[in-house]
């Protein structure tokens, strides 16, 4: 796909020895404290950026808020990305994640 640095999604990771001063805190849909993995794979599999150990208790909108990925892309320090679709040209790629993220 022209333009796709990676596809972005947000995995929670069961944490069976969390300690139980920190089980509120980790513990989120689910009754088990889990840790939240996010990660961004490119179309070959190659896992190129993980973002590990926010609790279980954030949605993957708070996790995008403090993730360094998007901190270098507000920042404008973006990977270069020039393409063109059907006579249009791009100079900034994109991510494909699912709906819950915003455009």
């Avoid at 070959?44 to 950026?49: A, G, N, P």
């Avoid at 993957?60 to 006579?87: E, H, Q, T, V």
């Avoid at 249009?88 to 991510?95: D, H, L, R, T, V």
Wanted: charged share 20%; glycine share 8%; with cysteine.
């Amino acid at each position: 796909w022209p333009g796709m640095l990676g596809s972005l999604d947000c995995m929670h990771w069961r944490w069976k020895n969390c300690p139980k001063a920190w089980h509120g805190m980790y513990c989120g849909k689910s009754r088990d404290a889990t840790i939240v993995l996010e990660a961004v794979a490119s179309q070959d599999t190659w896992i190129w950026h993980a973002f590990f150990g926010l609790p279980g208790t954030l949605n993957d909108i708070n996790i995008l808020n403090r993730s360094p990925l998007f901190k270098r892309l507000i920042s404008g320090d973006a990977p270069a990305c020039n393409y063109k679709i059907m006579d249009n040209e791009y100079s900034m790629g994109y991510y494909l994640t699912d709906g819950i993220y915003p455009e």
